[in-house]
Every structure is written in structure tokens, then in C-alpha cells.
């Protein structure tokens, strides 16, 4: 029973069509891609790479090394929670921050959190031990966020610039408050949706979950992964709600998760894996802690990274509020912009996010020395 109600409050997917009917969607041709078909499908070059963390957990790093000649900007991609390298390859390649940033001349690397669809596996513990999914933002920050960026470093030969989609900025925040020689390492930090803070967050089914006692949480969610790929979940996002007529349900209830407006939306899919460890961890930074999700750091470090914001009015995750409550606390702010009709997924998936976004990324770094 939780299966279904979990997997209907996510519904936007773990995939999406699978058939042509008289009441279905049109058929996207890269649609039941992975990450890494889909750049090959758009013919752009492509390295994967594993990073093992000081912890054995095992990594997929996802490069777009655009161009052969010449040293390029390096910039490194962290999805948000339940998400993956999809997030940034999602829409046409003119719409896609990946692409386009690999199209502009960068050499591209896309994070992947452990624990999801491309970052499952461990030098010793398998996926279906509760061992291996004991694990919450601590050790993305700890382990996962020096892993991934020491390994582009060494590559590369460069600093990095960094892009976070809402998790992925808290696990910036707290990296580059917590690691001082990592922060070094970090030429600027773009955030997009970005949050320290759940207390004002007015998304219902989120909301809901998190009054949920941790006690009674931990039971319903289990030891493991949650929202593992199942033949159920599946279902319900090819089948059931890629009907013309159901999806107009499957859209109210992304509405009550995320905020939503279909008209400025090219969704295809998001959701990833993670452990059932970190929506306990949220659940209590909501119910108990909800201005201290960055625990005792001090930003006097993370302040020597210079850091622009991109916040949506209508955000029901990030809510207007709480990115209230960040924003005195980076003096080295270097840009804020407040985008009235954005929600927390059109930092992805909206059909004007080049122009509101990711064409004023490229052009900062461009200026910067």
C-alpha cells in the first residue's frame, strides 16, 4: 500500500511512455534512455567515470567533454534528491543546462549521490543489505561532494565551477562551509532552487510525510532504498498516467509536490533512488530543527566562494521564506535573482530556463578572471 501512495506522490517518473494510443502522449524517441544513451542519442562525446569514496562507496561521474582542443571551463552538475545526470540531459539539447553548457565550450561533469539509479554500487556491501543505505546528507557532504570534485580536479588540472539543484546546493553549502581545502577548489557556486531551510516548505505530500514521527517513519519506509524501480512504479507512470485523461490527475498532484505550471513545462522524467535514511533525516530538520539543517557550521569559509541564486516565487520545496533565511548568511552573494513564476522544477524543465538561466550562468563565468 505505501508502494502506491509513495509512488503516486512521485509520480513524474522513473521513465514515461512505453506505448502509442489514441489516448496517449507522443512518444519521445529517447525516452526510455539512460543518462549516458541519451547524450550518445544527441551525439555528444561522452566518459564515465567511477569515483570510490573514503567510506567504498562507488560513484558514476558523467562527462560531456565537449571539443578536443584547447582548455575548456570545468563545471560540475549535482542533481537534487530523488533525481540523478537525468535532471540536466532531460529536455532538447537547446533547452538541456548540460548541452548547453557543453555547446558554450565547457567540459562537463555530472554528479550522481549514492544510492541512485548510476551510483549503486561498494567495494564490499551489496544494495540489498540495509548496511549499504545507511546513509544520509553527512556522508554525501563527508565523502561523496570531496570524492567527486578531488577526482575532476586531478583530471582536469583546473578549479571548478559548481551548479546545485536544490540538495545538491545544501550539499555545496555544507561542503564548502565544512572543507575548507575543498572550498579552495571551487572557482564559484550557481544554485538554483536553493535551501537550508524546510520550515516554510508548502508542499503538501511533503509536508504530510514529514509530521510523520521518525519512529513510525522508519517503519513505513523501511531499512533501504526508497522508491526503488519496481514493475508497479513503472505502471503507474507508462501506463497510467501517460493517458490524456488520468494525467490531468498525475499533474495535480505534482502541482501539490513541487508547484506547477504545464504551459512553461517539458517534463520527462527525474526521480532516482535514494535511501530511506535521508527522507528521515528531512523529516527531522522539518519537524524539529528547521533553521538548522546546516548543523554548527560557519560560513566563514563557504563566504570565500562566490555564489549567485536562483529562487522561484512559487516554489512549494524551496519556499520564498526559507531562501530568506539563506541569503544574509552569504556575504559573498555575488547575484540573487527572484523568478515570480517559477516553481521547483522549472529550474529543470522549463521551456525558458536558457534565457531566464542558464544563458546568465554562462556569461558570469565568462567574467570571472
Not at 561522452?46 to 562527462?63: F, G, K, N, P, Q
Not at 532531460?90 to 551510483?119: E, H
Not at 539563506?326 to 534565457?355: G, R
Amino acid at each position: 500500500m505505501w508502494t502506491f501512495i509513495m509512488a503516486a506522490f512521485v509520480i513524474l517518473a522513473l521513465g514515461t511512455e512505453y506505448y502509442s494510443h489514441v489516448l496517449r502522449t507522443t512518444l519521445n524517441p529517447e525516452v526510455l534512455l539512460n543518462a549516458s544513451q541519451i547524450i550518445l542519442y544527441w551525439k555528444y562525446p561522452l566518459e564515465e567515470h567511477e569515483v570510490e569514496t573514503a567510506d567504498s562507496y562507488i560513484l558514476t561521474l558523467h562527462r560531456i567533454p565537449y571539443g578536443r582542443t584547447g582548455q575548456r571551463p570545468v563545471i560540475f552538475l549535482q542533481h537534487g534528491l530523488l533525481s540523478s545526470t537525468v535532471s540536466w540531459i532531460s529536455n532538447l539539447p537547446n533547452s538541456s543546462l548540460a548541452f548547453i553548457l557543453a555547446d558554450a565550450g565547457f567540459d562537463v561533469w555530472m554528479g550522481n549521490s549514492r544510492g541512485n539509479t548510476y551510483s549503486r554500487k561498494h567495494a564490499t556491501l551489496s544494495t540489498n543489505s540495509k548496511e549499504y543505505w545507511a546513509f544520509s546528507f553527512d556522508e554525501m557532504v563527508r565523502y561523496d561532494r570531496p570524492a567527486s570534485i578531488d577526482y575532476i580536479v586531478k583530471k582536469t588540472g583546473q578549479k571548478i565551477y559548481y551548479v546545485g539543484h536544490s540538495q545538491g546546493t545544501l550539499l555545496g553549502f555544507l561542503a564548502f562551509s565544512t572543507l575548507p581545502q575543498l572550498a579552495q577548489k571551487v572557482k564559484a557556486s550557481y544554485a538554483l532552487a536553493p535551501g537550508i531551510s524546510l520550515k516554510y516548505g508548502r508542499s503538501l505530500p511533503f509536508r504530510l510525510l514529514f509530521m510523520i514521527r521518525q519512529s513510525v517513519l522508519k517503519l513505513l519506509l523501511g531499512d533501504k532504498d526508497f522508491l526503488p524501480e519496481t514493475v508497479i512504479t513503472k505502471f503507474l507512470v507508462t501506463d497510467i498516467c501517460n493517458n490524456k485523461i488520468i494525467s490531468i490527475i498525475c499533474d495535480k498532484i505534482i502541482f501539490e509536490l513541487y508547484g506547477f505550471e504545464p504551459k512553461n513545462l517539458n517534463m520527462v522524467r527525474c526521480v532516482s533512488f535514494s535511501s530511506s535514511q535521508m527522507l528521515v533525516t528531512c523529516s527531522f530538520y522539518v519537524r524539529d530543527n528547521p533553521y538548522d539543517i546546516l548543523f554548527s557550521c560557519s560560513l566563514s569559509v563557504f563566504t570565500q566562494v562566490p555564489t549567485a541564486l536562483w529562487s522561484g516565487q512559487k516554489d512549494l520545496v524551496t519556499n520564498p521564506e526559507d531562501v530568506a533565511i539563506l541569503v544574509p548568511q552569504i556575504p559573498n552573494l555575488i547575484y540573487h535573482k527572484i523568478l515570480p513564476t517559477y516553481n521547483h522544477l522549472d529550474f529543470l524543465f522549463s521551456l525558458n530556463a536558457p534565457q531566464k538561466i542558464y544563458n546568465e550562468i554562462i556569461e558570469m563565468i565568462k567574467k570571472t578572471p
